[in-house]
């Protein structure tokens, strides 16, 4: 008698314990003295979809007679759903095919149906019982702050004893600490980035110098920007910050591993902050994500350079321009385009149709309004004593801050009081958890603070970058003011926050860190009044 093999699990700590080759050696001692057609094998795949490799392989099998009897250790391998463990056994039997669970014949009697149907409801019961009590277990010893992530960030590590085991704090979590090794890339990342700002540069910087991920992967453009957009490495990490969801849309059609494949972020507030060592201050992250939000849909690789790329906005419509170029016979001309005219399908409203402006007369028209900001010096020095005056008010920020921190460490002792008041049966698990629900709310508040002042001290630490670099600019320009299109580039990403063109009037209105003028000056003026500003 030819027969088949069918084995399941679904989670990645059972791969590592090997029970696939627990349920294999079971169902091949079942089946002693009977031809192995196949052993079918879902080897990490979730029992709560049919669509699986192994498992679509035994029905196509099946349906074409290749063997008489499938044996598997556990209808829940199957599935753990009634309705779908039905559909599976009503199929295999039309097919002629017997179903041997744990070396028995399944029953096939009125009894042994209601039965089966009594054991499949009990299997997707056990399911939901595991994932409940697994999450409720994972979440309370959150919020006990008590650290139980599988594995530390890139940049991190998790510190072990001698006999390889995880160290513990008082609360039973893991210890993190900063990896030398890892936490030198992930300044360099974050240092890199800030200087070429563009991810494919960076990545490419990163592999030729044979730097690797953890897990000895080359650096891709994906990994990185994970880094740069997470804010773990200024010293604040969270747990339960996603949720598991279906995505909306599968990349492989044919098989399903897990339903909820995809994730989204929670509401702010549920989430459990925990502190962690900082690699980077939080003014170089927060700079980083300025720098991302003006790069935003702007490709890494591009065979000419538009200088206005990721800042310019069609003003008639809101949605961004970028660089074109359109071949007319011999010559290939420039443009910027608005994106709801080069990408209609991406939006329901109406295409843009209004012309689309030159990129060689709109930068320069653009360029002569950046330049022209610094006809009138007085407007730089008027900066410079403004941001006199917010020195003043540093001290007073810094005393806020370190009321916020005493605050935030009375809530870490009085945590802890309340732990050790549950320890010793003085205090019941119902006022622990409201008393740490309390503790978390408050602890949010004080964060929120927290991210305020550092706002602050970052907005003075900002204008000094700035009006630092604009008098730099002045002094380049006073030696030599031929810029190359790449050099301007630079400049803009650096000083202007966002361009709106206006499609139907010519207007053009600039955001950015320094004033812009409306009337362009002669360069000489320029020139005499940038030398002015250096005296």
């Not at 890339?185 to 592999?207: A, G, P, T």
């Not at 006022?431 to 003075?460: C, M, S, W």
Request: contains cysteine.
């Amino acid at each position: 008698m030819t027969i088949a093999i069918y084995c399941r699990v679904s989670s990645e700590k059972q791969r590592e314990e090997k029970t696939i080759d627990a349920q294999l050696d079971q169902n091949r001692k079942h089946s002693a003295n009977k031809t192995i057609y196949k052993e079918y094998v879902d080897d990490g795949w979730s029992g709560a979809t049919l669509r699986r490799p192994g498992l679509t392989a035994l029905r196509e099998d099946a349906s074409k007679g290749k063997f008489e009897e499938v044996h598997i250790v556990n209808l829940s391998r199957f599935a753990r759903n009634a309705t779908k463990q039905g559909i599976l056994i009503d199929e295999l039997q039309k097919a002629g095919i017997e179903i041997i669970v744990a070396g028995k014949p399944l029953d096939k009697t009125k009894e042994g149906k209601f039965l089966l149907t009594i054991l499949a409801g009990a299997h997707e019961l056990q399911k939901e019982m595991i994932i409940e009590a697994t999450s409720k277990g994972r979440w309370f010893k959150a919020q006990n702050k008590k650290m139980i992530q599988p594995t530390a960030p890139f940049g991190y590590k998790f510190l072990r004893n001698e006999r390889g085991d995880y160290k513990r704090d008082e609360k039973g979590g893991k210890i993190i600490a900063i990896d030398e090794k890892e936490s030198k890339i992930i300044k360099q990342i974050f240092d890199r980035y800030l200087n070429i700002q563009n991810c494919y540069k960076l990545v490419k910087e990163l592999n030729s110098q044979g730097l690797r991920t953890r897990k000895g992967f080359k650096f891709s453009q994906a990994y990185a920007k994970a880094i740069l957009v997470n804010d773990v490495y200024t010293g604040n990490w969270y747990y339960g910050k996603r949720m598991a969801v279906e995505p909306k849309e599968r990349r492989n059609k044919d098989f399903i591993r897990n339903l909820k494949s995809s994730s989204r972020i929670r509401d702010r507030k549920d989430w459990i902050h925990f502190e962690v060592p900082a690699i980077i201050t939080k003014g170089t992250f927060d700079e980083v994500q300025r720098v991302f939000e003006k790069r935003k849909g702007i490709k890494g690789k591009l065979t000419q350079t538009y200088m206005l790329n990721g800042l310019l906005y069609c003003d008639h419509c809101g949605w961004k321009m970028y660089g074109r170029k359109t071949p007319s016979g011999k010559n290939v001309f420039y443009y910027y385009a608005c994106s709801r005219k080069t990408k209609p399908h991406i939006s329901t409203t109406p295409q843009c149709n209004h012309p689309s402006p030159r990129v060689e007369i709109l930068d320069q028209v653009i360029w002569e309004k950046i330049m022209s900001c610094f006809k009138n010096p007085e407007k730089i020095f008027k900066e410079t004593i403004d941001l006199n005056d917010e020195e003043n008010n540093v001290s007073i920020i810094q005393d806020r801050r370190n009321a916020l921190l005493k605050k935030k460490e009375f809530i870490k002792e009085s945590r802890m009081k309340c732990l050790e008041l549950y320890e010793v049966d003085e205090m019941s698990k119902e006022v622990l958890i409201d008393r740490n629900r309390h503790h978390n709310k408050n602890e949010a508040l004080i964060d929120d603070d927290l991210r305020e002042v550092e706002i602050l001290f970052n907005q003075i630490a900002r204008k000094k970058q700035i009006i630092k670099k604009a008098k730099a600019f002045a002094k380049i320009l006073c030696k030599n003011y031929n810029f190359t299109l790449e050099q301007k580039r630079d400049f803009v990403m650096e000083f202007i926050d966002e361009i709106r063109y206006n499609p139907i009037t010519r207007d053009i209105e600039i955001t950015g860190d320094l004033p812009i003028l409306e009337n362009v000056e002669q360069l000489d003026n320029f020139i005499v009044d940038s030398v002015e500003l250096l005296k």
